[in-house]
């Protein structure tokens, strides 16, 4: 009985030295869009975008356009957006979905922002 008690306890331990070191790891891994968030996720939100996003002719929806406002006002992560893997398997085309912010006539987007190959318009 001591034996199994002994056991749960160390199993107990082990565990929340794994989960505290995966805390640790996201607390201090913020990334370009915040600590409470991934590009990944954020992309998600571009949804109402995935036409005008692979089609630069493609008229681009008011819902896009309120979202890549929201997301553009960190410019950093609107561009980690556009460059995800969520973005990628979409079919977003980054160098088309740079032009988004244009498009929507965005007064205050990062014009000349440097985004991967690719730069803000």
Do not use: H
Not at 101 to 117: E, F, L, T
Request: glycine fraction near 6%.
């Amino acid at each position: 009985m001591e034996a199994m008690t002994k056991s749960y306890s160390i199993c107990s331990l082990m565990f929340l030295v794994i989960l505290g070191i995966s805390e640790l790891a996201k607390v201090d891994g913020a990334g370009e869009c915040g600590r409470s968030t991934t590009p990944d996720r954020e992309a998600l939100k571009l949804a109402p975008c995935s036409s005008a996003a692979q089609d630069e002719t493609a008229s681009v929806s008011e819902p896009c356009c309120a979202q890549v406002k929201k997301i553009g006002q960190n410019p950093a992560c609107l561009c980690a957006v556009m460059l995800s893997n969520t973005a990628k398997i979409s079919g977003a085309r980054p160098e088309v979905a740079v032009t988004i912010p244009k498009r929507c006539n965005i007064s205050d987007r990062p014009v000349g922002y440097k985004c991967g190959a690719y730069t803000v318009p």
